[in-house]
């Protein structure tokens, strides 16, 4: 029972270049999450899917895309990478917004 | 969106000694999260409270729902409870944001 699983853990992009975050979870959750975490700040919303089949926008959005592909699956993608989008990405999962949130171990991006 | 603050920024403790930290926020949540961010980055769940008390080990934490905040207690520190401390809190959705976390730093 791994709980969520991010991949990769650690990625450099040149700007411009694009990428997708992988995460998948074996918990049976219906609802999924992507937040970035920036030095010395807590974790911002970037998008979440409650169920699926549905994706929606949080607290910033901007030059990202996700997909939901199935139950277990949430990726996010950077079409154009930009340097200030150098963070740290979790991605997490929970029985809908009552519910317990479990976060991923993280993916270390920096745009160069 | 809902405003969560902690307090105290950052806590320097001696192994041993006792701490509590505090978060409150704007608005009445029905989702209330404790989380330790460990020196490596992973985050580990400490405490689902968005009411009431619970207790785990040399943790507790007790959130008054009514009057809108949650304090985490450590009893008996140890260097391994070093971290960033975060607490988390959704209202109604699922967008659940986040406090800038209390930096708590245990010396031998």
């Known amino acids: 029972n791994a709980g969520v699983t991010q991949t990769p853990k650690f990625q450099v992009l040149k700007t411009g270049q694009s990428m997708t975050l992988q995460c998948a979870q074996d918990?049976?959750?219906?609802?999924m999450y992507w937040y970035r975490q920036d030095p010395g700040m807590g974790l911002r919303l970037i998008y979440y899917s409650a169920s699926e089949g549905t994706t929606d926008k949080g607290e910033v959005p901007n030059g990202y895309n996700v997909s939901r592909l199935n139950k277990r699956e949430f990726s996010l993608r950077l079409e154009s990478a930009a340097p200030s989008q150098t963070s740290v990405y979790f991605c997490?999962?929970?029985?809908?917004?009552?519910?317990?949130?479990?976060f991923g171990q993280g993916t270390r991006l920096t745009v160069v | 969106g809902i405003q969560v603050e902690q307090s105290p920024p950052d806590l320097i403790l001696q192994e041993g000694a006792n701490s509590t930290l505090r978060c409150n926020f704007s608005d009445s949540v029905n989702n209330l999260q404790w989380f330790h961010q460990n020196p490596w980055g992973q985050l580990i769940n400490l405490f689902y409270?968005?009411?009431g008390t619970k207790q785990n080990g040399r943790l507790s934490a007790t959130t008054v729902a009514t009057e809108r905040y949650s304090l985490l207690y450590i009893s008996s520190s140890q260097t391994t409870d070093s971290g960033v401390y975060f607490c988390?809190?959704?209202?109604?959705?699922?967008?659940?944001?986040f406090g800038a976390g209390t930096t708590v730093t245990v010396r031998a």
């Open positions: 997490a999962s929970s029985e809908g917004y009552r519910g317990e949130a479990f």
């Open positions: 409270i968005p009411s």
């Open positions: 988390a809190v959704s209202s109604n959705d699922y967008k659940l944001s």
């Open positions: 918990m049976n959750h219906n609802s």
